[in-house]
């Protein structure tokens, strides 16, 4: 079954940390990756999109990174701020799904001041 | 501005009562989508539709319908609601769903729909 999982569920760091958010999937052929952004009672914003044939993506104080041989991405924060305090969503198309955007269950992130 | 739009953002009803949900981009979309969001299970896909008058199941359909008159309009009809549709609804949308940049899905703001 075609899924993806990211770790941790939770996560909270202090102002100005580096971190990294991490995403597995389970298939390899797959067309692109995308990370989000939700906020409590919002839609989702979509951050970066990653074709199968990029490695990685950036905008801002975001990298992502895609390793399709490993089935893996990372979300990259530099320099965490209060207000990227959300949840953030990988969701995968895979090439075998149809259209739809398989998601992850998210990691949760509280960066405090 | 570039948006989805969604109505109503929240909407408590009772089972059966008939309802639709309306979502609307002005972005000159031809892919639309619907997904629910329940707690525990992430976000699921229900229909989708390539373009005007092409629509096809998602993961989750049972329950659902929908229509695609116009490019810019994707309502989501629940004929009978039942309990187990009680959920956070999304509607996207994409330039494309080919695999490529134009893939990049824009988000509605949500429908909070809690059935009696």
């Known amino acids: 079954k075609q899924e993806v999982t990211q770790i941790p569920a939770a996560l909270s760091v202090p102002e100005g940390e580096n971190l990294v958010l991490n995403c597995s999937f389970t298939d390899s052929a797959i067309y692109n990756l995308q990370w989000f952004r939700q906020d409590p009672g919002k839609g989702l914003t979509s951050l970066l999109l990653i074709q199968s044939s990029q490695r990685e993506q950036t905008s801002g104080r975001l990298n992502a990174s895609l390793d399709k041989s490993s089935g893996r991405s990372t979300l990259y924060i530099a320099a965490s701020q209060p207000g990227d305090s959300a949840t953030y969503l990988c969701a995968v198309r895979y090439a075998q799904a149809g259209t739809a955007l398989i998601f992850g269950k998210g990691t949760t992130l509280s960066v405090s001041s | 501005e570039a948006q989805v739009t969604q109505n109503p953002r929240y909407l408590i009803t009772v089972t059966g009562k008939k309802l639709t949900v309306t979502c609307s981009q002005n972005m000159n979309h031809e892919y639309m989508s619907w997904y629910r969001q329940d707690p525990g299970l992430g976000l699921r896909q229900i229909y989708y539709s390539m373009n005007v008058e092409v629509t096809d199941k998602g993961d989750v359909p049972e329950g659902y319908k929908v229509s695609r008159k116009e490019k810019r309009n994707f309502p989501l009809i629940l004929e009978s609601p039942s309990p187990n549709q009680t959920s956070l609804y999304f509607c996207?949308?994409?330039?494309?769903?080919?695999?490529?940049?134009?893939?990049?899905?824009?988000f509605g703001p949500g429908t909070r729909l809690t059935v009696l």
């Open positions: 996207a949308s994409s330039l494309a769903a080919g695999g490529s940049l134009g893939d990049t899905q824009y």
